[in-house]
């Protein structure tokens, strides 16, 4: 496989015979062994097993078979995605000896669709972080600049994209947890609307918020994968009764310019928080559109200054009420008491000893917003802003924009451990994507520009957001952005 090979190329040659499954999946690992260790994006590697199933799928186009739309295809999935392969551990001490009996919806797709699972990516504890530093298998470097951070928490998945250890990575996004990384990493990530994707199979961080994406190197991988995974499934209550026929649709018409678009360009956007390079790179990006024939308007969301604040009420509330089962004695790490010690004490010492700091932080937060007294004020009233943040949204798109256009981080990434210490900067790293999980919006990251710091040039990526249901839009608007080159 070619560092440079996309999905698409992949698949194309596996099905016509031009190249083998085995080949493919060969290159893949052996690129794996030699690259990974530098920056610890994937934490677990399955040689044996992605051979045997790429020798499955020769077989299968030596009798004449078709596999499927990802015949070959290499891909990675974020360790809080259950895998009947190896450990699904959410990098947590807490699931460390997890072996899940099942495999998830979106997992299930894509082998039905050809795909070869060969590893599980780093990720930040239960996705509660911004870095992938939060992880019980260490820190991901950025591949970029091993000094930094990749983003997260699905910093593994678009560490390993970007590095070209697999094409293909799925990820999961509670409040930028696709776009964020895939930003700092210089590939796209696609977060799709939620109820799209089945969330079976996904370890809950904030069920009303959650949901598993793409991370690939170009707008059509995302789309591919994307027209894969996403359709309705009744084992999950919140999935759309939707098939994901207007997303392969699109996929023919990627290289078609959207006659009339109407790109809105947040007010809010403008941040003085932004760094150089993300502001020019936003200016460079309205001029591009401007430049492909779109018209590019202003737009104001009024309420996107509370994003932050609900976010972090009601995803640790979700959380608070999500985790509870792990305890040591349901599930999860168990502590060894002392004699003496009753239940009370294995309560405490299992889960201390399971979750990390911030993980602790998360759930105390949550539970406080969530008890008695406090509810109204603050679970309740972070559930109203967030009414108010979806309507801020549906009214730039009934005012006309087809899709808005925002920076997917104020900045490219940050060194290792220069915010661990703080954890309120580390949550305003998510400043521009929380807004997109309340309001259950489809979002993708696009690399636009380079930002030049102590000579490393650092990726940045524009997002760009879309009505409820609306990725057929929302691609094509990417990769005219992509075509660009903004």
Do not use: W
């Not at 496989?1 to 893949?28: D, Y």
């Not at 640790?316 to 040591?328: F, H, K, W």
Request: glycine letters at 10%; charged letters at 15%.
């Amino acid at each position: 496989m070619s560092v440079l090979q996309t999905a698409l190329q992949i698949a194309h040659a596996v099905r016509t015979g031009a190249q083998s499954a085995s080949g493919t999946v060969q290159q893949a690992l052996a690129r794996i062994d030699a690259e990974n260790p530098a920056i610890n994006a994937l934490t677990q590697v399955f040689h044996a097993e992605a051979l045997a199933r790429a020798e499955r799928i020769d077989a299968q186009v030596a009798l004449g078979q078709d596999p499927g739309p990802l015949a070959g295809v290499p891909v990675a999935i974020k360790d809080n995605i259950c895998t009947t392969l190896g450990m699904t551990t959410c990098a947590s001490r807490m699931l460390a000896e997890y072996r899940s009996p099942f495999d998830a919806t979106a997992v299930e797709k894509l082998l039905a669709a050809g795909a070869v699972i060969i590893a599980k990516a780093n990720l930040d504890e239960f996705a509660m972080g911004s870095s992938t530093e939060n992880s019980i298998h260490g820190p991901t470097r950025n591949p970029h600049d091993h000094t930094r951070v990749p983003g997260g928490s699905s910093g593994g998945s678009a560490a390993a994209v970007a590095a070209g250890l697999v094409p293909v990575a799925l990820g999961s996004d509670t409040g930028g947890s696709i776009r964020q990384p895939a930003s700092h990493c210089g590939v796209v990530g696609l977060k799709p609307t939620y109820g799209r994707v089945s969330r079976y199979g996904l370890v809950a961080y904030a069920s009303s918020l959650d949901q598993i994406g793409p991370l690939t190197r170009t707008v059509a991988d995302a789309g591919l994968v994307a027209s894969v995974i996403a359709g309705h499934d009744r084992r999950d209550s919140t999935c759309a009764p939707t098939t994901a026929d207007d997303i392969t649709a699109t996929l023919s018409t990627l290289d078609n310019v959207p006659k009339g678009l109407v790109v809105g360009v947040p007010r809010q956007a403008r941040g003085q928080g932004n760094s150089p390079g993300v502001a020019q790179a936003l200016a460079r990006t309205a001029e591009a559109f401007v430049t492909a024939g779109a018209r590019v308007v202003e737009i104001d969301l009024p309420h996107a200054g509370a994003a932050i604040a609900a976010y972090y009420l009601i995803a640790t509330a979700e959380a608070s009420s999500n985790l509870a089962r792990l305890d040591g004695i349901r599930y999860g790490h168990r502590a060894t008491l002392a004699p003496g010690e009753g239940l009370g004490a294995l309560y405490c010492k299992s889960r201390s000893e399971g979750f990390s700091p911030e993980v602790q932080r998360r759930i105390m937060l949550g539970t406080y917003a969530l008890s008695s007294g406090y509810y109204d004020a603050y679970y309740g009233t972070a559930l109203k802003v967030r009414r108010l943040i979806k309507q801020d949204y549906d009214q730039a798109f009934a005012n006309g924009a087809h899709v808005v256009v925002m920076p997917a981080a104020p900045g490219p990434a940050f060194e290792i451990g220069s915010k661990t210490a703080d954890p309120l900067a580390m949550y305003l790293e998510d400043i521009y994507t929380v807004g997109v999980n309340l309001a259950g919006l489809p979002a993708i990251s696009v690399p636009v520009a380079t930002e030049t710091i102590r000579g490393k040039a650092l990726p940045i990526g524009m997002q760009l957001i879309a009505p409820p249901l609306g990725e057929g839009i929302l691609l094509r608007a990417a990769a005219l952005l992509e075509r660009t080159g903004a």
